[in-house]
């Protein structure tokens, strides 16, 4: 049934938000995190995001309707299943990069999992950094200009009325918890995407987002709290507030940079892109790579090799070694 006119919530036409609609919520994340340190089966992706069965099935199904997975029969006496990732999937190797790059510099939570990356080409450790694909220097969002593209316009957001998930889930993986409460939940996301782009007072994000007024209260106190955003008086009217971010909320613009092209490459808008960047510094169109801290290469999701260690409560390590 099509929904009344008044009921439909328009916001501004945007490639992150069709990204969001594939990766956007907290148990996918997880889901994705186990998947690059190494589960391929149902009952592995149980045990290393802590998830209910019936959520893990549902996000794998979810993930296959959406051309990221495809299930591969291993066994077939008795007959048993694995799951792959497409090409779709795999290009979302520089988004689990950037979280991890964030969740590094900007996590404060104890006992996290901690991983040892390394860049098989140059054999070296390496901490994966943001930089133009061009120019090769490290990203900031003060260095990047936009304009709109030939895609802008307005598109129906979906908000899903299912329950919110946070990153709690009881998962053995604890490497990106912070980042994935965050990235997890849409409204969040979307927030961030109207302050990136200049949007910074709650009339003007409410109208930009399409969301509830409570659900935007919220998700910014929200923020607030988690020392992402923080509030100024807006010049000359002491009774209104502007949201900024602060440097550890700008440091999620490469995060926002990487569901931006992953947005505009699989889920393109028919008449192109609706935002169209340029890096400063070099003067050309902006875009992103995750590069190995000591040789300044793409790390690709095919040259990599990790080693988890989890400490447990005894303060012991286990140790897990393998490659995405």
Not at 77 to 102: N, S, V
Request: aromatic fraction near 8%; charged fraction near 25%; hydrophobic fraction near 35%.
């Amino acid at each position: 049934m099509n929904k009344a006119p008044d009921k439909v919530k328009l916001i501004r036409t945007c490639s992150i938000w069709r990204s969001l609609e594939v990766v956007g919520d907290t148990p996918t994340l997880l889901i994705m995190e186990s998947y690059w340190f190494g589960a391929r089966r149902f009952d592995e992706f149980c045990r290393q995001t802590g998830l209910l069965k019936t959520v893990v099935s549902d996000r794998l199904k979810r993930l296959i309707r959406n051309d990221c997975l495809v299930k591969v029969a291993y066994s077939e006496k008795p007959r048993r299943f694995e799951y792959k990732g497409t090409e779709q999937f795999l290009d979302l190797f520089p988004m689990a990069l950037a979280m991890l790059h964030w969740e590094r510099k900007w996590s404060q939570k104890p006992n996290a999992l901690e991983v040892k990356l390394t860049h098989t080409p140059c054999r070296a450790a390496t901490e994966p950094l943001p930089v133009c694909k061009s120019c090769r220097a490290e990203i900031s969002p003060r260095d990047v200009s936009w304009k709109v593209g030939p895609g802008v316009g307005q598109m129906e957001a979906t908000y899903s009325r299912r329950r919110r998930q946070t990153a709690e889930s009881g998962s053995n993986t604890k490497l990106l918890d912070e980042v994935i409460r965050i990235v997890g939940d849409r409204w969040a996301t979307l927030i961030l995407r109207s302050l990136f782009s200049g949007i910074n007072q709650f009339q003007e994000i409410l109208e930009d987002t399409g969301m509830a007024t409570n659900i935007l209260s919220d998700r910014l106190s929200e923020l607030c709290q988690e020392r992402v955003l923080y509030t100024v008086d807006v010049p000359g009217d002491s009774r209104r507030i502007e949201y900024k971010l602060t440097e550890k909320g700008i440091g999620i613009y490469p995060i926002l940079l990487t569901l931006l092209e992953w947005g505009d490459k699989w889920r393109p808008a028919p008449e192109g892109p609706p935002l169209l960047l340029t890096h400063n510094l070099c003067g050309k169109p902006l875009k992103i790579e995750m590069a190995c801290s000591a040789c300044n290469k793409e790390i690709l999701v095919t040259d990599t090799s990790f080693e988890l260690k989890i400490s447990n409560s005894r303060g012991d390590n286990n140790g897990k070694s393998g490659s995405a």
